[in-house]
C-alpha cells in the first residue's frame, strides 16, 4: 500500500449526516458525513454485495439497504445480522475542502 492521498470529493459533496458514492482507482467507496466529519469505507456489503451509499445513516451505524445488517462507521466493524464480516475502512484528511483518502 502506498502513501499517496488521493483527492475523491469535495467536502461540501458530502450531505450532512448523508452518504456519497466515490471511486478509489477501481474500489467502490462510500463516504459519511457525521456531524461534520468525513469517515469512508468500501461501499459494498460483505453479506449481500449491495451499495451501502444507498443505505441508511443510524447515528454511528449505516445499515444496509438489502438484508439490514448494519457496521460502525468509523471502524468497519460489522454490527448487526446478517452481517459478520466487516468492512475495509480508509484514513481520511481534508485539504482545502478537498476529500483525500490514502490509497
Not at 475523491?8 to 458525513?33: I, K, R
Not at 462507521?73 to 490514502?102: F, H, Q, S
Request: net charge negative; charged share 20%; glycine share 10%.
Amino acid at each position: 500500500m502506498s502513501d499517496n492521498w488521493v483527492r475523491v470529493a469535495s467536502a461540501s459533496d458530502v450531505p450532512e449526516d448523508g452518504t456519497l458514492l466515490v471511486n478509489l482507482g477501481a474500489e467502490p467507496v462510500c463516504l459519511y458525513n457525521l456531524g461534520g466529519k468525513i469517515f469512508a469505507t468500501h461501499d459494498t456489503c460483505t453479506h449481500g454485495q449491495a451499495s451501502l451509499a444507498d443505505g441508511f445513516i443510524e447515528g454511528e451505524e449505516i445499515e444496509c439497504p438489502l438484508h439490514q445488517g448494519k457496521f460502525h462507521i468509523a471502524t468497519g466493524k460489522a454490527v448487526g445480522a446478517p452481517c459478520t464480516e466487516d468492512i475495509r475502512t480508509y484514513a481520511v484528511k481534508i485539504e482545502n475542502g478537498a476529500v483525500l483518502l490514502k490509497e
